[in-house]
C-alpha cells in the first residue's frame, strides 16, 4: 500500500505544472539520462498524458531519434486534437524532415478545429518565408496580434519585411525585437543594416555603438563597427577597429582587405600601398589586394606600377569591372585618350550605369573638345551620382565654354550645396560620441 502511494504521489508531482516543467529543465539543460529517467516513469503511470508525449518528443529529438519523436507527437495529438502544442511541435518536425506540404496540412488542419489561433498563424507564416512566399508570410504575420504574439513573431515579421524590401517596417520590427532582447548583438548588428539599406549612415553608426559597449572584443562587432565607419566618414575609427581585429588575428585575409580599405578612406594612400604590398608578398594571387594595391598607386600617381596591379587583378578577376575602370583613369591621366577610352567602353558594356566611367568620359571628351559628346556624358554622370558634385563642376564649366551661363550658373549653385553636404555630415560625423570602450 505505502508503494502503491509513493507512486502515485511521484505520479502526482510529474504531472503537476511544476514536475513537468522539472523534466523540461533538465532537457534544456541537457540533462538527458536524468530526464529519461523521469519521464519513463511518468509514462509508465500514465502514458497517455500528452504533455509527457510531447517532452518525450522532445528528448527524442535531442537523441537525434526523429522517428521516435513523430510517433510520440503523434500520438500527443490522437489524444488532446484541442491543444496547440502538438500541432506547433509536429509541424516544426515535419519542417524540419523537408516535408513542408506535410507540416502545411496539419497547421491547416490545426485551424479547422481551433481558428485562426495565433501560434498556428505564425507557424505558417515562417513556412511560408522559408518557402519564399514573402507576402503570404507577411500577410499571415498581420492578423496576429501584435500584443501577446508568440515567441519569434517580431524576428520573423522583420526578416519577411526585409526580405520585400521594406527595411523601415524591418527596423521597426527589430527595434520591437531589441525591446525583448536588450543585450542581443545580433538584432543590434540586423538593425545597424536595415539602417545602411535606407542610408541613414548616422543610425547604422550608433546602432554598433552600441553593440560595441556590449561586447567589445566581438570580432563580428568590431568587423560590423569598422564598416559602418567607413560609410559614415569615420576613416580613423574604421582603421582602429581593424588593427585590433588584425592584432587578434594576424593572418586573416578579410581584416587585411578592411585595414587597406580604412587607410585609402581616410587618404594615407602610402601606408595603403606598403601595407598591401606586404601582404601581396604573402598573398601574390590575391586580385582584391592588387586592384587595392593598383587604385592606391593611381591616387599616388605613380601610374606605372598601378597599370601592373591592375592588370594582374583584372586577370584574376575576370568579372570585375572595376580594375578595366581604373586601368581606363591610368590611361586617362597619362592622357592616353584612345586607351582610356577603350577601357571605359569595356567597363560599359558590363555595367552601362557606372557613374564613374561617365563621369571621366565627360572629362575626356571635353578635354578633346567634344562638348556635345561630354555634355551627354557629364549629365548622365550627375544622374548616376547626385551626391557627388564633381559631375556639376564639370559641367558649369561646360556650360561656361559652350556660353550658356544661366546653366552653368545653376550647375555651379548646385556644385556649391553638395560641398556643404559634405562638409556638414563630415563635422557631425566628427562631433557624434564615442561611445564604444576606448581605442586600442
Same mark, same amino acid.
Given at each position: 500500500?505505502?508503494?502503491?502511494?509513493? $507512486?502515485?504521489?511521484?505520479?502526482?508531482?510529474?504531472?503537476?505544472?511544476?514536475? !513537468?516543467?522539472?523534466?523540461?529543465?533538465?532537457?534544456?539543460?541537457?540533462?538527458?539520462?536524468? !530526464?529519461?529517467?523521469?519521464?519513463?516513469?511518468?509514462?509508465?503511470?500514465?502514458?497517455?498524458?500528452?504533455?509527457?508525449?510531447? *517532452?518525450?518528443?522532445?528528448?527524442?529529438?535531442?537523441?537525434?531519434?526523429?522517428?521516435?519523436?513523430?510517433?510520440?507527437?503523434?500520438?500527443?495529438?490522437?489524444?488532446?486534437?484541442?491543444?496547440?502544442?502538438?500541432?506547433?511541435?509536429?509541424?516544426?518536425?515535419?519542417?524540419?524532415?523537408?516535408?513542408?506540404?506535410?507540416?502545411?496540412?496539419?497547421?491547416?488542419?490545426?485551424?479547422?478545429?481551433?481558428?485562426?489561433?495565433?501560434?498556428?498563424?505564425?507557424?505558417?507564416?515562417?513556412?511560408?518565408?522559408?518557402?519564399?512566399?514573402?507576402?503570404?508570410?507577411?500577410?499571415?504575420?498581420?492578423?496576429?496580434?501584435? +500584443?501577446?504574439?508568440?515567441?519569434?513573431?517580431?524576428?520573423? *515579421?522583420? $526578416?519577411?519585411?526585409?526580405? *520585400?524590401?521594406?527595411?523601415?517596417?524591418?527596423?521597426?520590427?527589430?527595434?520591437?525585437?531589441?525591446?525583448?532582447?536588450?543585450?542581443?548583438?545580433?538584432?543590434?548588428?540586423?538593425?545597424?543594416?536595415?539602417?545602411?539599406?535606407?542610408?541613414?549612415?548616422?543610425?547604422?553608426?550608433?546602432?554598433?555603438?552600441?553593440?560595441?559597449?556590449?561586447?567589445?572584443?566581438?570580432?563580428?562587432?568590431?568587423?560590423?563597427?569598422?564598416?559602418?565607419?567607413?560609410?559614415?566618414?569615420?576613416?580613423?575609427?574604421?582603421?582602429?577597429?581593424?588593427?585590433?581585429?588584425?592584432?587578434?588575428?594576424?593572418?586573416?585575409?578579410?581584416?587585411?582587405?578592411?585595414?587597406?580599405?580604412?587607410?585609402?578612406?581616410?587618404?594615407?594612400?602610402?601606408?595603403?600601398?606598403?601595407?598591401?604590398?606586404? $601582404? *601581396?608578398?604573402?598573398?601574390?594571387?590575391?586580385?582584391?589586394?592588387?586592384?587595392?594595391?593598383?587604385?592606391?598607386?593611381?591616387?599616388?600617381?605613380?601610374?606605372?606600377?598601378?597599370?601592373?596591379?591592375?592588370?594582374?587583378?583584372?586577370?584574376?578577376?575576370?568579372?570585375?569591372?572595376?580594375?578595366?575602370?581604373?586601368?581606363?583613369?591610368?590611361?586617362?591621366?597619362?592622357?592616353?585618350?584612345?586607351?582610356?577610352?577603350?577601357?571605359?567602353?569595356?567597363?560599359?558594356?558590363?555595367?552601362?550605369?557606372?557613374?564613374?566611367?561617365?563621369? +571621366?568620359?565627360?572629362?575626356?571628351?571635353?578635354?578633346?573638345?567634344?562638348?556635345?559628346?561630354?555634355?551627354?556624358?557629364?549629365?548622365?554622370?550627375?544622374?548616376?551620382?547626385?551626391?557627388?558634385?564633381?559631375?556639376?563642376?564639370?559641367?558649369?564649366?561646360?556650360?561656361?565654354?559652350?556660353?550658356? +551661363?544661366?546653366?552653368?550658373?545653376?550647375?555651379?549653385?548646385?556644385?556649391?550645396?553638395?560641398?556643404?553636404?559634405?562638409?556638414?555630415?563630415?563635422?557631425?560625423?566628427?562631433?557624434?560620441?564615442? +561611445?564604444?570602450?576606448?581605442?586600442?
Amino acid at each position: 500500500m505505502l508503494g502503491i502511494m509513493l $507512486r502515485g504521489l511521484l505520479l502526482l508531482l510529474l504531472l503537476q505544472p511544476g514536475g !513537468a516543467e522539472s523534466i523540461r529543465q533538465l532537457l534544456q539543460s541537457g540533462e538527458l539520462a536524468a !530526464a529519461e529517467r523521469r519521464l519513463e516513469e511518468a509514462l509508465r503511470q500514465n502514458g497517455d498524458d500528452w504533455r509527457l508525449l510531447v *517532452l518525450a518528443a522532445e528528448l527524442r529529438l535531442r537523441q537525434q531519434r526523429p522517428g521516435e519523436a513523430e510517433t510520440a507527437l503523434e500520438r500527443a495529438l490522437d489524444l488532446a486534437p484541442g491543444e496547440i502544442e502538438p500541432y506547433v511541435q509536429l509541424s516544426r518536425l515535419r519542417r524540419a524532415q523537408a516535408r513542408p506540404a506535410a507540416a502545411r496540412d496539419l497547421l491547416d488542419q490545426g485551424r479547422s478545429r481551433l481558428g485562426e489561433h495565433p501560434a498556428l498563424l505564425y507557424e505558417l507564416a515562417v513556412l511560408a518565408a522559408e518557402q519564399s512566399q514573402f507576402l503570404q508570410s507577411l500577410a499571415l504575420l498581420s492578423r496576429i496580434p501584435s +500584443t501577446g504574439a508568440p515567441d519569434g513573431y517580431w524576428e520573423a *515579421l522583420g $526578416r519577411v519585411q526585409a526580405a *520585400l524590401e521594406n527595411y523601415a517596417e524591418a527596423e521597426r520590427a527589430y527595434q520591437r525585437l531589441l525591446e525583448r532582447r536588450p543585450q542581443s548583438i545580433g538584432v543590434m548588428r540586423a538593425l545597424s543594416g536595415f539602417a545602411l539599406k535606407q542610408e541613414e549612415h548616422e543610425r547604422a553608426w550608433e546602432y554598433m555603438s552600441q553593440a560595441r559597449r556590449i561586447a567589445p572584443n566581438s570580432p563580428e562587432v568590431l568587423y560590423d563597427f569598422s564598416r559602418v565607419s567607413l560609410t559614415f566618414g569615420l576613416a580613423a575609427e574604421a582603421v582602429n577597429c581593424a588593427r585590433l581585429l588584425l592584432f587578434m588575428e594576424p593572418g586573416n585575409r578579410d581584416y587585411q582587405i578592411l585595414l587597406a580599405r580604412s587607410l585609402m578612406a581616410g587618404s594615407a594612400h602610402d601606408e595603403a600601398r606598403k601595407w598591401l604590398e606586404s $601582404r *601581396l608578398a604573402e598573398r601574390p594571387d590575391d586580385g582584391e589586394m592588387h586592384l587595392l594595391a593598383g587604385i592606391s598607386m593611381t591616387e599616388l600617381g605613380d601610374f606605372s606600377e598601378a597599370e601592373q596591379h591592375l592588370r594582374r587583378a583584372r586577370e584574376l578577376l575576370p568579372g570585375d569591372p572595376e580594375p578595366i575602370y581604373f586601368l581606363g583613369l591610368v590611361a586617362y591621366n597619362r592622357t592616353q585618350d584612345e586607351e582610356a577610352e577603350r577601357h571605359f567602353q569595356a567597363v560599359l558594356e558590363q555595367q552601362p550605369e557606372h557613374g564613374g566611367v561617365w563621369l +571621366t568620359l565627360g572629362k575626356l571628351r571635353f578635354r578633346q573638345g567634344r562638348l556635345v559628346e561630354a555634355q551627354s556624358c557629364l549629365e548622365e554622370a550627375a544622374r548616376l551620382l547626385p551626391a557627388n558634385p564633381d559631375p556639376q563642376f564639370q559641367l558649369s564649366r561646360l556650360y561656361r565654354q559652350a556660353g550658356d +551661363t544661366a546653366r552653368a550658373q545653376e550647375s555651379i549653385q548646385r556644385y556649391q550645396q553638395l560641398k556643404q553636404q559634405d562638409v556638414a555630415a563630415a563635422e557631425r560625423a566628427a562631433s557624434l560620441p564615442y +561611445t564604444a570602450p576606448d581605442r586600442p
